[in-house]
């Protein structure tokens, strides 16, 4: 889920040597044990993303055999007194923040076909087993082997999990877990990082932690993950998935900070929610809320009389195991459920395995693609808004800007600041609760549906009324056009960040899609 607020094609300004016969960055690609592809047309798809609104031309593509590879890409732009290079995992970004225009883009799932994911069940010296996981792999990838062949797994997932590794532990890495057990960047202990200047560090909490919390959310601006190691934890046999619904904004952040506070052990495993149209259109209204199209219904008339233009929906599981006996995940549910103050009627539940739970976006993935959805532009905003201002953000942005739907999932739902590692290079919003808001778009293409450049006026009038109005917010993987936003975007953890920067990547070399730094042509 990626925040997107500028519409631009601008990348930095990065030009071949054309002196040299052979460009120095060329000569020192060929020790490459992988490949280096410079054919146009493999270029032009690493050139794109999922957001479909920027095209780059990526002078090189490398598929890494290993982090050495990796290492010899950026020592290789070093080389150069403007290449700078993009660590691309499964292409997902949405404007153009994994891209390096005329730059070295390193295809990050070559990594992942060649590393297998190694499970360790004894642990080692903490007992505590581990998966040791490349920086391509993807999510899918490793929650298949572990669950399938351990009947172990990690402790906090992605909605989405055709992303790889490296790419979330950059970023954030938020799903319904997160509550509990933080993001995905508070779970991993040991991760392997080529820096900005091609020196390959193993580190952790008490190995180089400068370079470990620095690359954890960093953007991609201090390093790339080439392998990461994630504790695991045994992974349950079935999910008892769950919806209700609430006609009152205040009635349902009520009842999910409330869940979201519990002890583990004393609420529901996951906790999300979203917001649709009280309307019965079929992509934005009623029937999106159903978790069985065919053998469930939502009946409207249990809709208290003059509900406001959107609902509210509490999306929850609870795990349980094969030997566990139905009354007793039943009564679980009942207590859990029972002092809750959803709409009685609009309740909707079913059973599945634990794979087919964390697999659920997979389906949606499916049908979008078949109907040439999945490709369609995809102009998504993510953020972060505090406790403080999330009721008024109701009211601004859902009940008034968004009211008719967005043509896919609008999300919210709160987060707990104490899971989150403040050394790490995320920033989230001030006090223990903050709701995550994610507006992911799915229209058609264009005349089909409305024009991109309309969804993305209409973000950032989001983003105008948000900073007008003083919220508490931050923009979640962000996207900015100048440096002056990035400092603000950062706040007081700005400086930290420079600093970073200048220990980690002092040529600025990595990650130029992002748009925080420029390329500096020699160290003085």
């Known amino acids: 889920m990626i925040a997107y607020i500028e519409h631009s094609s601008r990348q930095n300004d990065v030009i071949e040597t054309e002196n040299d016969a052979v460009p120095p960055y060329k000569e020192a690609l060929k020790d490459i044990q992988g490949s280096v592809e410079y054919d146009s047309m493999v270029t032009a798809l690493l050139g794109k993303d999922f957001g479909g609104m920027v095209k780059t031309k990526p002078l090189a593509v490398i598929r890494p055999a290993n982090s050495t590879d990796v290492s010899v890409t950026i020592r290789s732009a070093a080389t150069s007194t403007n290449l700078t290079v993009a660590a691309r995992g499964n292409g997902h970004s949405i404007n153009g923040q994994a891209m390096a225009d005329r730059g070295l883009v390193i295809d990050m799932r070559a990594l992942g076909d060649h590393t297998p994911v190694n499970v360790v069940v004894s642990g080692g010296g903490s007992g505590t087993p581990y998966a040791d996981v490349s920086g391509g792999a993807l999510w ?31 970023n954030g890495g938020v799903s319904g877990q997160a509550f509990q057990y933080g993001p995905q960047t508070a779970n991993v202990t040991e991760l392997e990082v080529v820096t900005g200047t091609g020196e390959i560090v193993i580190c952790s909490h008490n190995v180089r932690p400068d370079l470990f919390f620095a690359t954890l959310g960093g953007l991609g601006q201090f390093g790339v993950i080439t392998r990461a190691r994630i504790p695991l934890q045994n992974a349950p046999d079935m999910v008892r998935w769950i919806r209700i619904v609430y006609a009152e904004f205040d009635e349902f952040t ?28 079929p992509v934005n209204g009623w029937p999106f809320v159903t978790l069985d199209p065919v053998h469930q219904h939502f009946n409207p008339d249990f809709i208290p009389p003059n509900s406001g233009p959107v609902l509210y929906c509490l999306e929850l599981a609870l795990h349980f195991n094969h030997n566990d006996h139905p009354s007793t995940v039943n009564a679980e549910v009942e207590r859990l459920i029972g002092g809750l103050s959803f709409v009685r009627g609009l309740r909707f539940e079913m059973e599945v395995s634990y794979m087919e739970f964390l697999l659920r976006v997979k389906k949606a993935e499916q049908q979008a693609t078949a109907t040439g959805i999945w490709d369609a532009p995809h102009p998504w905003l993510n953020l972060f808004v505090s406790k403080r201002d999330i009721a008024d953000f109701d009211q601004t942005v859902f009940k008034t800007i968004l009211k008719h739907g967005i043509g896919g999932p609008m999300l919210v739902y709160p987060l707990v600041a104490s899971r989150w590692d403040n050394r790490t290079s995320v920033v989230i919003p001030e006090g223990e609760i903050f709701y995550l ?83 500096i042509r020699q160290l003085s």
Not at 146 to 164: I, K, N, Q
Not at 262 to 271: A, I, K, L, N, R
Request: contains cysteine; negative net charge; aromatic residues 14%.
């Open 254 to 281: 009520r009842d999910a900070e409330l869940l979201v506070s519990q002890p583990e052990g004393d609420t529901f495993d996951y906790v999300e929610g979203f917001v649709f149209v009280n309307s019965d259109d």
């Open 140 to 170: 899918e990838d490793v929650l298949k082997r572990c669950v399938s062949e351990y009947g172990l797994a990690p402790r906090s997932w992605t909605d989405y999990l055709a992303l790889t590794v490296g790419g979330t532990l950059s």
């Open 437 to 519: 808001v994610a507006l992911l778009r799915f229209t058609p293409p264009y005349p089909e549906g409305p024009p991109v450049v309309e969804l993305v006026a209409q973000n950032r009038e989001i983003v105008r009324q948000c900073t007008k109005k003083g919220y508490n917010f931050k923009l979640y993987f962000p996207h900015y056009q100048s440096q002056e936003e990035w400092k603000q975007h950062f706040g007081n953890q700005w400086s930290r960040y420079v600093q970073r920067k200048s220990m980690f990547d002092p040529m600025a070399i990595l990650a130029p899609g992002q748009k925080i730094f420029s390329r």
